[in-house]
Each structure stands twice: as structure tokens, then as C-alpha cells.
């Protein structure tokens, strides 16, 4: 319990679309938001998305309004995040995030 694992990252140029999964080790998600935040060199981690285990309620940040869709797989025990239009300023290692649980990160690289 308590371990989630990111993936789903890589290269791609401004236009495109990449698709991040958190997977959670079972028991791990329950009441509460699973969140993916973003982060860069020198910057403090920054929220992207969020969204409720249980009832599904969504919250994005303004800079990704329109762009991501964030969603879930209870069955799977994972969140996704849709990412298209993706812009050079996406660029960050993005983290799932449970209560005080962090995945280990997974770097999206947009080119211009």
C-alpha cells in the first residue's frame, strides 16, 4: 500500500499528446483526490489536475483548462491524464499524488 508508480512520459513536439498513467499498489486510493502536479528545474512543484476516487469530481489547473482531461480506472486502481495541444511550457516531470503519497515521476519533454 501506498506506492504509485507514473508512466507514460517521453519527447514529443508542440501539437502533440501523451497520455500518463499513475497505477496505485491495491488499497492505496480511497476517499480523496488523486492529483498529478508538475514540476521544473528551480520551481516549486506546481498542480496540474485532480480528481475524487470515490466521486469522480474534477479540478484543473487554468493552464491545462481544455487541453488535459483527467480520469480514472477504479477497477485498475489507476488515473490517467490525457494530454493534447501540448506546448513547450508543458515541459516538467509530473507526479501523481495521493495524501502524502508521491510517485517517483515521469519527465514530458514538449519540443518547439
Known amino acids: 500500500q501506498g506506492q504509485l508508480v507514473e508512466s507514460g512520459g517521453g519527447l514529443v513536439q508542440a501539437g502533440g499528446s501523451l497520455r500518463l498513467s499513475c497505477a496505485a499498489s491495491?488499497?492505496?486510493?480511497?476517499?480523496?483526490?488523486v492529483a498529478w502536479f508538475r514540476q521544473t528545474p528551480g520551481k516549486e512543484r506546481e498542480f496540474v489536475a485532480r480528481?475524487?476516487?470515490?466521486?469522480?469530481?474534477?479540478l484543473y489547473a487554468n493552464s491545462v483548462k481544455g487541453r488535459f482531461t483527467i480520469s480514472k480506472n477504479n477497477a485498475k486502481n489507476t488515473v490517467y491524464l490525457q494530454m493534447n495541444s501540448l506546448r513547450p511550457e508543458d515541459t516538467a516531470v509530473y507526479f501523481c499524488?495521493?495524501?502524502?503519497?508521491w510517485g517517483q515521476g515521469t519527465q514530458v519533454t514538449v519540443s518547439s
Open positions: 491495491d488499497g492505496t486510493f480511497r476517499s480523496g483526490n
Open positions: 480528481i475524487g476516487w470515490l466521486a469522480g469530481a474534477i
Open positions: 499524488n495521493f495524501a502524502s503519497y
